[in-house]
């Protein structure tokens, strides 16, 4: 089947899906895999150096020629910086964002994901590089911001995501941003089966953004035993806590939120650099200390039953859209 939304003719791709940039978890083995197979794959650089980035960049395209992102997760700190190098997102030091984002636009990467706020100016810069600018927004306000600062899509994320989220269900979010914007909206959260996809396009969104479904790929860059959590874990054995960042995160229930839910925690970053500074994330994805460590994982977990590659998980979800959307013409006939 042919599909065509407002994200195919953005990014010209095939299928408007789109995997997450999630922190050390999508490389560009990951983004390679999901964009050659006709979605969008997406690096998620919030904790690479710019010769990391470089690398997984030039891996993603030696192995494929189709549209890629990189997906950045630079704090707007304002005056609360934190300074280069006390162990937060590397991307607090104005001199290394720039050079990060230098390495985008001198490779053409296509687009470039920003996680947090969207800053002023961002997407008119990007635009001189013939790159795309989405950004990630929890409430229609942030929408209407982030189409004013010259956004060419939003991706709308429902409280249910893993990792960074607001408060607000996807069935509510993506209809009010959708009402808000003029430009495509992309949703996120709890989006991990082609019934989700279909259900998403019926809300009015133009494409989604799979994290979890994700993470449970033989590409992702974590420890087997993260990707065992993803497929057990239920529906109800996720949390949003503060204690990675200082800032509401989807988090799997263990150790580590327990320990965190009687405590008093640091507003961003103060937070951040503290986990930071005792390595727990890679701990946890990286090393699989699944139980002390903060392991970011959607309320779509329950969905995921499998270990995939990615490109087998993108034609799932292709196939079960269709089927999806299909069967409802069966069942409400014209
Ligand atoms: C392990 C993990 C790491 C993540 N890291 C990032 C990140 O670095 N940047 C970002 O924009 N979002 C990050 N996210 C959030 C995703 O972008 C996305 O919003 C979320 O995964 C969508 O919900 P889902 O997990 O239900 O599919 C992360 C999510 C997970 C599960």
Redesign the pocket.
Known sequence: MAWRTGITDLLGVRYPIMQ????V?AGGRLAAAVSDAGGVGCI?A?RMSPAELDEEIALVQAATSAPFGV?F?FPDLGERSAGPGEGTSHAVDPALRAELLEIVYRRRVPLI?Y?MKLPAGAADEAHEHGIRVMT?VGTARHAARAQQLGADAVIA?GT??????GAVALSVLVPAVVREVDIPVVA?????TGAGVAAALALGADGV?????F?ATHEAAVHDDVRKEAVARTEDQTVISRALSGKTCRLATNDFTAHWATREIKPFPEQAVEINRQGLVLKG?RDGDVVGSPI?????TALVDRVDGAAAVLADLVGGAERALCGLTERVAP
């Open positions: 997450a940039g999630m922190g978890v998620g919030s997906d997760l994901v996680a990630l994320t249910e995501a893993g990792g960074h989220t996120a959260g709890g989006i991990a953004w799979v994290g979890t479904r993470l994805l970011p994982l959607g309320q779509s």
